[in-house]
């Protein structure tokens, strides 16, 4: 293992007061005196102390609803939330408490929560920051700048030119002067087309010699000039070859069009292909709506930091794009991580961090026991996918013969969609209960122990026994990227050596996702350390945008590395070194599968196309679960690999059906002390992406996390709630800011695998 000397510094940019604003600490002191007494109705006392904090938080949250930076992270995020929910509110005194202020209140709670304690980056309410790895003595070494954030930059969404590249195409008069692709999945032999279909398809001379100019990188117009021209040339007409090119896309077998990429600069590469239109008019008219957009989107850049001129500036921006697109600005209504809106903002935290020895040592000797297991768990899975493989191949070849590459590929990915197959072809869940178990067994945990510490010296015999005997991963040299909390009550303490460090989530990839890459003060460090780790030139599929958005996309690869197209995403950039899915086939040679590329004649193994595949599927598969209701916390020489969690049946947890919020929120508190769970805790429901935060000394967040499960329950009667001590708490929180404002972080370090 070694580690990268870069770590992306992951901190929320609300401060983790703004959480605490929601609490009700005099009803909270009176609620627990009322369950230690044993009585069986709570009395006036608790019951005015209730109603007098309730009225304290509607306060808060009207507070919090006027203040600017939430009013400017809901005009990024969800202008609709801000006009009907934040600016209403905060005109609303405290004491109107009718359902619908009731309902703008749970609103602005929500994101207060998620912005003050989630570490979600994006914008300057999640803003990017880096952390150097140096000798250096000191543990930790935090200098905060003047400002939150030191840099800002606003982004298009990649559907936005979606929608512009659309509206140019359906002028016919300017889709002449953009380019036809054959798609990926299908192949040209001679006269006869093979793909996808039943059989393959005999085309007469004419549609086999246009299908075969049509790479993406020439014209219609250049073509149709080509092979009109001549004594005899292939075609009577330009418009002849329009109609032609027409039919095949209506075929499903070319997209004709200017595609647009997913990276992070879409309109970079759209521009750079409208500019090669060779009509001055034809290009001029396809360039303005696009000069318009990216004016406007100045125009908010401008704005930023104040609300009033950045709800105009968006405002703005969203009547231009439904101009020149004739769609509307916003998408998937209602989701949460769902690129909705036409453009994003991507900010810098302000400040130095360097992290230093002591911390690194004493995360190391951790980290390198829990990727022994993370070794050994994904051969485990490299190991039974290629099983699995070689069987997919087998009913698949007709007697031994080749299979392509596009039949394998296709049956590999209907059989993941069925449970009994899946466990066949990509035996994931039983590799993860199988390094589960393991974990368990050498933990030897003792029963109704709730903090249990052990040692790297005790533990590495044992994890050697465990998991030293490891199969061959997706890739000879991988990555993992831990993330990391540094459990201390200020800088200071971590000099001292007063801190724990606490292990957030393990990715089994590396998780530094683009967003990251482009905040980074030296972005070509991070590619050299990738290509640090290759071995050769990756195959690296050309991501969904069904799956994907520009901000998550995995980037640190070679930059060598070879394209694999297998949809219909284009690749990242013009002339991208790429291969084609329906000019490979499958082969069994000397007992290995191996991928001939049948235009150049090389060759790969299987697995090789399969990595990136793999890895993403498999990146939040590892988790040390080292029991089923209730695990306790579990510290490894001064680092928590395991938090305190517990977990129950979201169909038991009754407080969430009471319909009166004092009794719902006591009825939570009863059950919340019975476990032992603390007041500060994450849950998780089957019905949300990601955990949410509750403060049970807050009557709403308490009732929030009551609406969560009880639709739950609905939705998923055997699903569980799952709940995890907040490590660090508010108390314990080392980021700063120059006004010595507390911020939630965590580190996202890389480690190279071999």
Known sequence: M???????????????????????????????????????????????????????????????????????????????????GVEPLAALPATARNSKARQRERLVASYVQRYSTKNDTIGFFGPVGWARLSPSNEGLRWTPGQRLVSRRAVYFETWCLDALSAALARDASLRHWAPPRLLPYFRLEGHVLHGPMPTPVELSPEQALLLSRCDGSASAASIARELTAGDSPAFASQDEIFTALEQAVGFGVLVWGWEVPLVIRPEVVLRGALMAI???????????????????????????????????????????????????????AGQTYASRTLIYEDC????????????????????????????????????????????????????????????????????????????????????VAEHRRRWRELFALEPEVRRQTRTVDSLRPRVLE?????????????????????????????????????????????SISSLFVEQHPAPEELFALAERCATGADVVPVFPKSEWSQRTLPCLFPRDSLYYLSGQEPPPQPGARALRVGEMVVERRDGTLEVLDRVSGRRFGLME?????????????????????????????????????WSAPASELGFAGLSDPMAQWLEARRWQQGLGIPRFAFFKVATERKPCFVDFDSPLLVEMMAKLVRRTAEESPASRVQFSEMLPDPEHLWLTDAAQRRYTSELRLVCEMS
């Open 2 to 84: 070694a580690l990268w000397p870069w770590a992306a510094l992951r901190g929320a940019g609300f401060p983790a007061q703004d959480a605490l604003r929601l609490a009700a600490p005099t009803a909270a002191s009176a609620a627990d005196t009322w369950l230690a007494s044993g009585l069986e109705t709570p009395g006036d006392a608790l019951r005015t102390a209730f109603d007098s904090d309730l009225l304290g938080i509607s306060a808060a949250l009207r507070s919090l609803a006027g203040e600017s930076h939430l009013r400017e992270a809901l005009l990024w995020q969800n202008r609709h939330a801000y006009k009907t």
């Open 278 to 332: 060779e009509d001055a008019d034809a290009r001029a008219r396809a360039l303005a709506p696009l000069e318009r957009l990216e004016r406007a989107r100045a125009g908010v850049e401008a704005a930023a930091g104040t609300p009033t001129a950045l709800d105009a500036a968006v405002a703005d921006l969203e009547a231009v794009f439904q101009e020149v697109t004739g769609a509307p600005p916003t998408r998937a």
């Open 348 to 431: 810098a935290r302000d400040g130095d961090l360097v992290l230093g020895a002591p911390v690194i040592g004493r995360l190391g000797a951790v980290l390198e026991l829990v990727l022994t297991g993370a070794r050994w768990l994904v051969g485990e899975v490299t190991r039974g996918t290629r099983a699995g493989l070689d069987a997919l191949f087998d009913r698949l070849s007709e007697g031994g013969a080749p299979v392509s590459l596009t039949a394998l590929q296709l049956a590999f990915v209907q059989g993941l969609k069925d449970p009994a197959s899946e466990a066949e072809l990509m035996p994931v869940a039983k590799a």
């Open 466 to 510: 465990a998991f030293g005997e490891a199969s061959p991963a997706w890739r000879s040299r991988w990555h993992a990227s831990p993330d990391v909390m540094i459990d201390a009550a200020s800088e200071e303490a971590v000099r001292a050596g007063d801190y724990q460090l606490v292990l957030g989530e393990l990715h089994l990839c590396n």
């Open 609 to 645: 196309f399969m990595a990136v595949f793999l890895e993403q599927r498999c990146a939040s598969i590892f988790d040390l679960a080292l029991a089923d209701d209730y695990s306790p916390r579990v510290t490894v020489d001064g680092v928590v690999v395991a938090r305190e969690r």
